[in-house]
């Protein structure tokens, strides 16, 4: 009993003490205490790596300036344009199509931007630095404009810029030669054709170089009555080219260069309506050297291009541009001038029947309108044709001090004369046949444009030999009828080949074989 009793109170005490003391239970003990979780192990404390020894600083940069900046970068942009360039140039020297752009890229383009670059060495100042870099984006955008002629000389439409160039040179050819004869400056004397989406244009003095831009518009091959149009263009570009001949023949003539609306019809005495004139007068010389250039080619394409008989009155319009007189005349005034310039030629009866019709076409015209405070004031076509006339006679009769004296009609090689004449007549005969004739370009393409009017229906088999004579600009001729000698065929197959390629030839053998083949008479047999 006195186990029973007293061994529960002294484990009691027992483990009291054990609790004071903090002292761990036994292993028997807690292997008995069962479903007691057990607490998870810290991980051992990361090994302490030794720190790395600081970083040396590094000094500092000083910072650029912004003129070192600017200076890098143009000399950056110059050698770029530089290569191009010169990549450039090593294929129009290669390409015969693009002989024409060498002049331009070697002295207009790399020369100088080798001397902006010899202007960029050293410590130059910003005034200088800006300045080139002015330079040099319109050098850039030069020779972007000869990338775009270099490529479609190269893939698309080459075989017409070649004879469109070939057609500008035939016109500038005899000022040129009087030109480095007599010693006269031009600045610039090379038309290169682009075509595009644009009207027909040129721009002389392009980025003070010698090429001058001939904006021809899409499908202007297509026609013949649009060819002789490029005279037209090449003499604006004579007209702004050659120093001092505008300030010159303004000051010769005695006519303003610009020509202000008048305030009221009290004004439009006879000295406005010949200052008139002097705000057409770069329009009026380019249709006189179109004319002398051409002849009745030219007059014939002008009234084609020009005539509107559903509308007469218009062809008779005096156009205005804001407050200032456009630069154009009225279209039948240039037509009644340009007939004056085939007298002076000595093609009376052309200039009388081209007249003549013209004023068939646009019956009822005897005025010329020009609007003023919001009405039509009609000028009698008398006054102005007469004006037209003396400066004509002005324009074409008396010497040129700008041309060393020389008249327009004594320009050797220049004028359509009776010999040009009797020259175009002949190839007029050769083409309408279709066949490739020689001669100089512009008599060519006079001849087509007055065979073409004389015969309309075969305007296209014309303009086709027109351009197969033309012989453009790195192109070779192919004459109708003209063929290789093909080389020997190696093998029988080869030569059936080559035999039914020839049809002609072959029917030219079989009559033949059918007429040295002895007649046998036939015999009849019975089934």
């Known amino acids: 009993l006195l186990i029973y009793i007293l061994y529960p109170l002294l484990k009691r005490f027992w483990n009291r003490l054990n609790k004071k003391g903090d002292a761990a239970p036994k292993p028997?003990?807690?292997?008995?205490?069962?479903?007691?979780?057990?607490?998870?192990?810290?991980?051992?404390?990361?090994?302490?790596?030794?720190?790395?020894?600081?970083?040396?600083?590094?000094?500092?940069?000083?910072?650029?300036?912004?003129e070192a900046e600017f200076l890098e970068a143009a000399r950056s942009q110059a050698q770029t344009l530089k290569q191009e360039a010169t990549r450039l140039l090593g294929r129009a020297e290669?390409?015969?199509?693009?002989?024409?752009?060498?002049?331009?890229?070697?002295?207009?383009?790399?020369?100088?931007?080798?001397?902006?670059?010899?202007?960029?060495?050293?410590?130059?100042?910003?005034?200088?630095?800006?300045?080139?870099?002015?330079?040099?984006?319109?050098?850039?955008?030069?020779?972007?404009?000869l990338q775009t002629m270099a490529r479609q000389r190269s893939y698309g439409g080459s075989a017409f810029q070649a004879d469109a160039d070939k057609m500008a040179d035939a016109c500038y050819a005899p000022l040129l030669e009087l030109a480095r004869v007599q010693g006269l400056e031009l600045r610039s004397s090379q038309p290169i054709t682009v075509t595009g989406d644009w009207d027909l244009s040129i721009v002389p003095r392009f980025a003070s170089?010698?090429?001058?831009?001939?904006?021809?518009?899409?499908?202007?091959?297509?026609?013949?009555?649009?060819?002789?149009?490029?005279?037209?263009?090449?003499?604006h570009d004579f007209y702004y080219s050659l120093d001092g001949?505008?300030?010159?023949?303004?000051?010769?003539?005695?006519?303003?260069?610009?020509?202000?609306?008048?305030?009221?019809?009290?004004?439009?005495?006879?000295?406005?309506?010949?200052?008139?004139?002097?705000?057409?007068?770069?329009?009026?010389?380019?249709?006189?050297?179109?004319?002398?250039?051409?002849?009745?080619a030219y007059v014939e394409s002008m009234g084609r291009t020009f005539r509107n008989p559903g509308s007469p009155q218009h062809t008779a319009v005096i156009l205005q541009d804001g407050r200032w007189m456009d630069e154009h005349p009225p279209a039948r005034l240039r037509l009644f001038m340009a007939t004056r310039v085939l007298h002076h030629l000595g093609r009376h009866n052309e200039a009388n029947d081209l007249w003549e019709r013209w004023e068939s076409?646009?019956?009822?015209?005897?005025?010329?309108?020009?609007?003023?405070?919001?009405?039509?004031?009609?000028?009698?076509?008398?006054?102005?044709?007469?004006?037209?006339?003396?400066?004509?006679?002005?324009?074409?009769?008396?010497?040129?001090?700008?041309?060393?004296?020389?008249?327009?009609?004594?320009?050797?090689?220049?004028?359509?004369?009776?010999?040009?004449?009797?020259?175009?007549?002949?190839?007029?005969?050769?083409?309408?046949?279709g066949e490739t004739v020689n001669g100089d370009v512009r008599w060519i393409m006079a001849a087509a444009v007055l065979a073409a009017a004389a015969q309309p229906s075969l305007h296209d088999s014309i303009l086709e030999a027109a351009r197969r004579s033309i012989v453009g600009i790195g192109a070779e001729r192919k004459v109708v009828g003209e063929t290789e000698r093909?080389?020997?065929?190696?093998?029988?197959?080869?030569?059936?080949?080559t035999s039914l390629r020839q049809p002609h030839a072959l029917e030219e053998a079989i009559a033949l074989g059918a007429a040295l083949t002895p007649y046998r008479r036939p015999r009849w047999r019975r089934r």
């Open 28 to 66: 028997e003990k807690a292997a008995r205490e069962t479903r007691v979780p057990k607490r998870a192990k810290r991980p051992p404390p990361p090994e302490r790596r030794p720190e790395p020894p600081p970083a040396p600083i590094a000094p500092a940069v000083p910072q650029r300036s912004p």
């Open 94 to 145: 290669m390409d015969p199509r693009l002989q024409r752009l060498v002049p331009s890229l070697r002295d207009d383009l790399l020369g100088r931007v080798e001397a902006i670059e010899r202007s960029l060495v050293g410590r130059p100042t910003m005034s200088t630095i800006a300045d080139d870099t002015t330079v040099l984006r319109g050098l850039a955008l030069l020779l972007r404009h």
């Open 209 to 235: 170089t010698r090429v001058a831009p001939l904006r021809l518009p899409v499908g202007f091959e297509n026609s013949l009555w649009r060819w002789p149009a490029i005279a037209h263009e090449v003499a």
């Open 245 to 296: 001949l505008e300030q010159s023949l303004h000051q010769r003539t005695g006519l303003p260069t610009e020509v202000e609306m008048p305030a009221s019809s009290a004004e439009l005495e006879g000295a406005w309506l010949r200052g008139l004139f002097g705000a057409w007068l770069p329009e009026i010389f380019a249709d006189v050297f179109g004319t002398v250039t051409l002849g009745p």
């Open 361 to 433: 076409d646009h019956s009822g015209v005897r005025l010329y309108y020009l609007p003023l405070g919001g009405q039509w004031v009609g000028l009698a076509d008398e006054t102005l044709h007469s004006i037209a006339s003396s400066v004509i006679d002005v324009l074409v009769q008396r010497s040129w001090p700008e041309l060393e004296g020389f008249q327009l009609l004594n320009i050797p090689g220049f004028a359509y004369l009776h010999g040009e004449h009797a020259e175009v007549r002949r190839l007029m005969r050769s083409l309408a046949r």
């Open 486 to 497: 093909p080389s020997e065929p190696q093998s029988i197959a080869a030569q059936l080949v």
